[in-house]
Structures are given as C-alpha cells and as structure tokens.
T-cell receptor, first 111, second 118 residues
Framework: SQQGEEDPQALSIQEGENATMNCSYK?????LQWYRQNSGRGLVHLIL?????REKHSGRLRVTLDTSKKSSSLLITASRAADTASYFC???????????FGTGTRLTVIP | ETGVTQTPRHLVMGMTNKKSLKCEQH?????MYWYKQSAKKPLELMFV???????ENNSVPSRFSPECPNSSHLFLHLHTLQPEDSALYLC?????????????????FGDGTRLSIL
C-alpha cells in the first residue's frame, strides 16, 4: 500500500503546547503533503515537501522528511484552540500521480 | 476562503433516485478530482480529469458517472446507489504544469457533499 499512516490516531494537548504528528509510508515517493480538515469542511493544504528536501517551515508549522526511514513529521508550535482539526499526510509515489491519504490524526487543543 | 464550491452540501436520496453533485472551481486550475471520504477510512480517489480529459478511474462502480464539461466544472452523476455509498464526497482541483502530471502540486478542496442513502 502506498498510503501514509499517521500516528497517533488522536492527540489532546493544552493551548500553547507543541503538537507532533508522524506519518510513515512504504514505497518510494516523489513528494509528501500534509493537509488539515476541520469538522464538516474540506481539506486544506498545509505543506508539500519533495523527496530531496529534509525540512520545510510555514509559520508555526515545521515538516521534516526522512526518506531512509520512510517517515515524516508535522510539528505545530505554540498550539491554539483553532488548530483543533484532523491532520492527514498524503504521498505521491515515484513516477506516479495520485495522492494516497492516511486515516489522519485527530488533534484537540484545549483552551 | 475556498475557491472550490460544491453543491449541494447535504443530500439524502433513495436507492432508486438519480441525482448529481456539482463542483465549480474559481482558481483557474486545469485538473479536477472526486474523492470519497468514509468514516475511519483513508480518502479514496475516484476520478481525475486533467485538461478536461479523464485520466484516472479507480475501479469505481458504474453507478457513479463523472462529467467534466470544462476546466471549471465537474459533476458526479449518481444512480441506483447502495447504502454503503453514504459518505462525504469531496471535489478538489490543482494546477498541473505538465499534462497528466497532477500529483506534484497542492490540491484545493471544496467542503464536500454529505450524501446519505436511505
């Protein structure tokens, strides 16, 4: 299976703390993408990291990619209640086109 | 802030009905997608259109029929659905730099149509 698998399935933290979510995958990838989904809404793209990149930042988000371990992590620093959502990683295999999504991590940030 | 609009937001239909889901993107993108999201399952890609040509059909039952009349509009025609087809149906779009190479850019999603089959 090409799809990523997120870990943990659910995470609950206090506002102001950092949240770390992990994604593991099984095949070689072209890129890996992280998305957020608020309840009842569509997915929102957060960051795309290519296979030749190791780290990317966007505001309070930091994504790392370790292709030797076939894993990625998403770090949200100084979390806010508005960060409460499900977070998905999606991989695109080498030479392929389709995004394969995992089942997501449900993050709850308690005010 | 989404540039992808889906209608209706909710749809309840019987198994013998025929209905259509509509998606419109205002981003000038050249690729559009239909996904199915069921509880506790990964997002499933159903159809992909790149430059108005269907380039992917992931073994989707024929009771789902897509239509892409132009690069801004995408439809999913439904008929004789089953209870297991109840799910959130998401439309997405992306701007792809090379025909058929649609996996290399971020995808922009609509808020979905929540479909319930009675």
């Amino acid at each position: 299976s090409q799809q990523g698998e997120e870990d943990p399935q659910a995470l609950s933290i206090q506002e102001g703390e950092n949240a770390t979510m992990n994604c593991s995958y099984k095949t070689s990838i072209n890129n890996l993408q992280w998305y957020r989904q608020n309840s009842g809404r569509g997915l929102v793209h957060l960051i795309l990291i290519r296979s030749n990149e190791r780290e990317k930042h966007s505001g309070r988000l930091r994504v790392t990619l370790d292709t030797s371990k076939k894993s990625s992590s998403l770090l949200i620093t100084a979390s806010r209640a508005a960060d409460t959502a499900s977070y998905f990683c999606a991989t695109v295999g080498t030479g392929a086109n389709n995004l394969f999504f995992g089942t997501g991590t449900r993050l709850t940030v308690i005010p | 802030e989404t540039g992808v609009t889906q209608t209706p937001r909710h749809l309840v239909m019987g198994m013998t009905n025929k209905k259509s889901l509509k998606c419109e993107q205002h981003l000038g993108h050249n690729a559009m997608y239909w996904y199915k999201q069921s509880a506790k399952k990964p997002l499933e890609l159903m159809f992909v259109y790149s430059l108005e040509e269907r380039v992917e059909n992931n073994s989707v039952p024929s009771r789902f029929s897509p239509e892409c009349p132009n690069s801004s509009h995408l439809f999913l025609h439904l008929h004789t659905l089953q209870p297991e087809d109840s799910a959130l149906y998401l439309c997405a779009s992306s701007q792809d730099r090379h025909r058929g190479r649609y996996g290399n850019q971020p995808q922009h999603f609509g808020d979905g149509t929540r479909l319930s089959i009675l």
